[in-house]
Nanobody, 128 residues
């Protein structure tokens, strides 16, 4: 069993930055793909970014490309999401998730239903 805990959310102004962390416990996630999703009030949970377990591949939603960067530190069993140039439309609860598919495809990386473990979420609010 894997437990994921997100941190780093907060209230910031547009144009600012935040770095979210996702700390895993229970077992190593070094062989899990890690993903970030977000959910705004009244909307579905949307894909933001994901990284292959090896770190060799990353995927981003078009809305965050060039602004957000996903990374991981397997020694710390932690994944990160660096969010720069934040916009009000980035406001949401951000969730990290772990996916056990070793040969994960792009379609699987973007699919919320393929992830095995989820954190409780951290709120990000961007004011204009």
């Amino acid at each position: 069993q894997v437990q994921l805990v997100e941190s780093g959310g907060g209230l910031v102004q547009a144009g600012s930055f935040l770095r979210l962390s996702c700390a895993a416990s229970g077992r190593t996630v070094s062989n899990y793909a890690m993903g970030w999703f977000r959910q705004a009030p009244g909307k579905e949970r949307d894909f933001v970014a994901a990284m292959h377990w090896s770190g060799s591949r990353t995927w981003y939603a078009d809305s965050v490309k060039g602004r957000f960067t996903i990374s991981r530190d397997n020694a710390k069993n932690t994944a990160y999401l660096q969010m720069n140039s934040l916009k009000p439309e980035d406001t949401a609860v951000y969730y990290c998730a772990a996916n056990s598919h070793l040969f994960i495809t792009a379609a699987q990386a973007l699919d919320v239903t393929t992830y095995d473990y989820w954190g409780q979420g951290t709120q990000v609010t961007v004011s204009s």
